[in-house]
Nanobody, 122 residues
Framework: QVQLVESGGGLVQGGGSLRLSCTASARTFITFGWFRQAPGKEREFVAAIARGGSATRYTDSVKGRFTISGDNAENTMYLQMNSLQPEDTAVYYC?????????????????WGQGTQVTVSS
């Protein structure tokens, strides 16, 4: 059974930084992504990266602040989050798919991590 294991969430003051990690138990994925879900809101796309790092995509609200990257040797994906704001507070989910084209919809991803809480205080 394929597993995605996340780590790195926590509590940080506004303007601070966190780095999330996601390690996959299989090497068959084409695209990895990060989504987030705040209380009372739908799960939303944050960023995604093609295996090998040849292409990335970000939602507008995190451009210039978040950076997605991958380590093929470790089969691990990272999300470096800088200049965090209270509106970034959410549960962050790692996701993986065998689809090409850097999909941005949650229903296009086949495997999900358990989620990690990110809380940004004002």
């Amino acid at each position: 059974q394929v597993q995605l294991v996340e780590s790195g969430g926590g509590l940080v003051q506004g303007g601070g930084s966190l780095r999330l990690s996601c390690t996959a138990s299989a090497r068959t994925f084409i695209t990895f992504g990060w989504f987030r879900q705040a209380p009372g809101k739908e799960r939303e796309f944050v960023a995604a990266i093609a295996r090998g790092g040849s292409a990335t995509r970000y939602t507008d609200s995190v451009k210039g602040r978040f950076t997605i990257s991958g380590d093929n040797a470790e089969n691990t994906m990272y999300l470096q989050m800088n200049s965090l704001q209270p509106e970034d507070t959410a549960v962050y989910y790692c996701a993986a798919t065998r689809r090409f084209g850097i999909p941005t919809r949650a229903d296009q991803y086949d495997y999900w991590g358990q989620g990690t809480q990110v809380t940004v205080s004002s």
